[in-house]
Nanobody
Framework: QVQLVESGGGLVQAGGSLRLSCAAS????????MGWFRQAPGKEREFVAV????????FHSDSVKGRFTISRNNAKNTVYLQMNSLKPEDTAVYYC?????????????????????WGQGTQVTVTT
């Protein structure tokens, strides 16, 4: 059974940085894609970033491109989301997700229904 455990959320002032971690266990992740999503109060879940584990290529949403970076540590089966230049509108619960589907080529899964496993979420609050 695949388990995803997020950590690293917290309270930060606008312009600051946080790094979220997602530790994965219970599966073989060589063909997985690992993604980050977020959901703010009263809003729909939003795609943030995704990495194809086997090749290490990444895709970021326009809203975070240039500020957030998804990365991984293969040895630790951990994916990270480095968040810089945070804005109040980045406030949300951030979720890590994994999909078993081997998406090849230039396509990246950006919809929540494409993911098979989810973490419990970690709160990020950005103050002015």
């Amino acid at each position: 059974q695949v388990q995803l455990v997020e950590s690293g959320g917290g309270l930060v002032q606008a312009g600051g940085s946080l790094r979220l971690s997602c530790a994965a266990s219970g599966g073989t992740f060589s063909t997985y894609a690992m993604g980050w999503f977020r959901q703010a109060p009263g809003k729909e879940r939003e795609f943030v970033a995704v990495m194809k584990w086997s090749v290490g290529t990444t895709f970021h949403s326009d809203s975070v491109k240039g500020r957030f970076t998804i990365s991984r540590n293969n040895a630790k089966n951990t994916v990270y989301l480095q968040m810089n230049s945070l804005k109040p509108e980045d406030t949300a619960v951030y979720y890590c997700a994994a999909t078993r589907t081997d998406y090849r080529g230039s396509y990246y899964p950006t919809n929540g229904y494409q993911y098979d496993y989810w973490g419990q979420g970690t709160q990020v609050t950005v103050t002015t």
